[in-house]
């Protein structure tokens, strides 16, 4: 098979599990009308399928933020951060990020993704070890691939699994690093963290949790599952994105460990792109701001999650352990899913449709994701439409 | 080990293949595990973490890059057993 057959050859599996004419990966969106509404084809559709969690991506603070940011400093900066990409945004913004977390330093990079990229390939290399959890994201992945350190994973939030795996380390624990996540981003579960910074204490062990979906989500001031955990001081590097809660894009890590700061001359997922544009910090620093005064915007995320979830969960859909602003109801097969899938959406409302071999257990999810700028009649209305459909997946 | 031990893995490996496996190709040594079983990169991972418990080992996933084949595998399990 040459390459480009191989390429028509995955286009033939993903073909088999999606018959011609569903367009269910990478729909196209017409106009955006608010964080919650949307038009799809001639359909005005309800948003329940994003990472808005707090619902800021239209807040008038942080689009005069960005507009200014244009005006004063133009669209892009053309350029890494280690030659003419770091402006006074980005070094306030790292500063920030520091202050939030009451650590000492913090780096800014362009994307979440690049992120854990450059903080795993910075903090680990060939002959370390990184044990990692076995639903982690895809950057998780990368950034451990691109590492060249050998690569464990353990059950999925499963310590006793974990620490079975750290025991067969031996002294290799000494150069280890674990990591897991704040909430997992499929079945929107909670890491057992207490119990890995037990074992990480034990053993000896570097922690990275990535607060990817759980910032701005969890804690009194939102800083994610080290605030609901009281555990900040315990994890080492903390990495998360500005795509989600934070409505931008972009990515950060911080840490109390002064080492941190040697990835900007390492790191290549760092070093090697130009940084986010002046509009993009300025937005973030204006979000940020809005998140850690946000209690009332989490007060009504959590509301609004925990009337799906116990909807959903009435009527008899099968759904992760946690509830949380992220709800998937797990379902068997990927036909059942794409037409639970299909069927909201004549309903005008857009999920996530997720088929194996991205969902776990060899399962499909038709996942939502809540936000606070989501009514209650919205939100009911959900309910209503999943619990009239309830069949589909039976 | 010895070449019992290394037979012994590949009985192994050939009956839990077979287990996660969607197709009816026989499995052989010379049996290319993703290609012909039609087994997804996360069947494979999970079967990876099943077989380093059987075995009380750490198979990096990052190893099984040079690996297409269920003798490939054989081989690096037995290495990595002779060297624990
Ligand atoms: C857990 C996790 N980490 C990192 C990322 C990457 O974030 P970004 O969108 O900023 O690249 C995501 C986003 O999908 C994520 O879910």
């Not at chain 1, 000492?104 to 992120?115: K, L, N, P, W």
């Not at chain 1, 044990?131 to 464990?152: E, N």
């Not at chain 1, 890590?253 to 390492?266: D, K, T």
């Not at chain 2, 052989?28 to 009380?56: A, G, R, V």
Request: hydrophobic residues 40%; proline residues 4%.
């Amino acid at each position: 098979m040459n390459l480009l057959e191989k390429l028509d050859a995955s286009a033939a599996a993903r073909k088999a599990l999606l018959p011609d004419g569903v367009g269910a990966f990478g729909i196209p969106i017409e106009e955006v009308y608010s964080a919650t509404e949307a038009r799809i084809g001639d359909r005005r559709v309800l948003l329940l399928g994003t990472n808005n969690y707090l619902g800021l991506t239209f807040a008038p603070e942080c689009i005069r933020a960005a507009h200014e940011a244009i005006d004063k400093e133009g669209t892009g900066t053309t350029g890494s951060r280690m030659a003419n990409g770091s402006y006074f945004g980005h070094r306030s913004l790292e500063r920030e990020f520091a202050d939030f977390y009451q650590c000492d330093s913090a780096i800014v990079f362009t994307t979440g993704y690049q992120a854990n990229l450059g903080t795993i390939s910075g903090l680990v290399g060939p002959g370390d070890t990184v044990l990692i959890d076995g639903d982690s994201h895809a950057s998780i992945y990368d950034g451990c691939v691109l590492s060249g350190a050998d690569i464990i994973r353990f059950k999925h939030n499963d310590t006793i699994d974990m620490e079975k795996r750290l025991r067969r380390l031996g002294d290799r624990v000494e150069t280890t690093l674990i990591i897991a996540e704040g909430i997992y981003s499929m079945l929107g579960d909670q890491a057992p963290l207490a119990d890995i910074v037990k074992l990480k204490n034990a053993y000896g062990c570097i922690l990275l949790l990535d607060e990817a979906h759980s910032l701005g989500v969890l804690g009194e001031t939102g800083q994610g599952l080290v605030e609901t955990t009281g555990l900040l001081k315990e994890v080492d590097f903390i990495t998360g994105t500005f795509s989600k809660s934070l409505c931008s894009i972009g990515g950060y890590c911080v840490s109390n460990h002064p080492q941190l700061e040697q990835l900007r001359y390492v790191s290549h997922p760092y070093i090697f792109t130009a940084s986010p544009s002046p509009a993009t910090i300025a937005s973030t620093r204006a979000a940020l701001e809005l998140l850690r005064k946000g209690s009332h915007l989490r007060k009504q995320l959590w509301q609004n999650c925990t009337q799906l979830y116990t909807q959903l969960k009435e009527v008899g859909y099968l759904l992760g352990p946690h509830p949380g602003p992220v709800i998937a109801a797990i379902v068997d097969t990927p036909r059942q899913a794409l037409l639970l899938w299909q069927n909201l959406l004549e309903h005008n409302i857009y999920v996530n449709l997720i088929l194996p071999p991205a969902a776990p257990e060899g399962k499909s999810l038709v996942r939502c994701s809540v936000n606070a700028a989501h009514t209650t009649e919205q939100i009911k209305y959900v309910g209503d439409t999943f619990c009239k459909l309830r069949s589909l997946v039976c | 080990m010895t070449e019992n031990n290394y037979n012994e893995i590949m009985k192994l490996l050939c009956d839990r293949l077979e287990g996660v496996s969607n197709s009816n190709v026989q499995i052989t040594s010379e049996t290319n595990i993703i290609s012909q079983l039609s087994i997804d990169s996360i069947k494979l991972l999970n079967l990876i973490m099943e077989i380093e418990d059987t075995f009380d080992i750490s198979i990096p996933i990052n190893a099984l890059t040079d690996v297409q084949t269920v003798r490939e595998l054989a081989d690096l399990v037995y290495k990595i057993k002779s060297a624990s």
